[in-house]
């Protein structure tokens, strides 16, 4: 399937979201932000990064650059960064927003550590020069997992899942006046197999 990239607009920032959550979603690390999501009212990290991202976009900073990718088949999301241009004399992390004490001790421990470690790596390879700061890079779950997916399909939904790269293995055909309805239904076993591998047996 082609795929398109293209700047990520600000429409497509929940879309952007949804995509980061389900990439991120057994990293530890998204696990202590989705805690720091409920400490701040957000309710899920999704939304978190939602606001975030959100944030940069009001911003209208030049040198923060977001970039998608798109099947041109499906129109989904399916990958998507963000860069950071930092100058020569920024301070790493320096942005800070209003928090309350007990914010200031409970949900900020991991995110100043992350900032911490970035600055400490920035000065000590490139301190005092001007760099682009890959923040995000994420792809959707199904394209990095080495396993197959496999459903059962009606008629309804065959094109759909035919579209996505499902293949028809196996069909059965079910009478259904065994169960008070006349007619006979078709179930179509379908499998999609990660990529570079091919359905076997």
Known sequence: MPFTLTPLLSSKIPSFAALDEAAMSTWPFARAMAHEAQLKGFGSRQALIESMVRETFDRGDENEVYMKVV???????????????????EVVGGRKEERSEEDEEVLETVSRRMGEVWGGFREEWFAGEEIWHLVVLVTHPYRDAALACALHASAAGLA?????????????EFDLSPYGVEGVEIRRAMIRMPKGQKITK
């Open 71 to 89: 099947g041109e088949e499906t129109g989904e999301m399916v990958a998507a960064a963000g860069w950071r241009g930092e100058g020569k004399r």
């Open 160 to 172: 759909v899942y035919t579209k996505h790269g499902f293949e028809i293995v196996k069909e059965t």
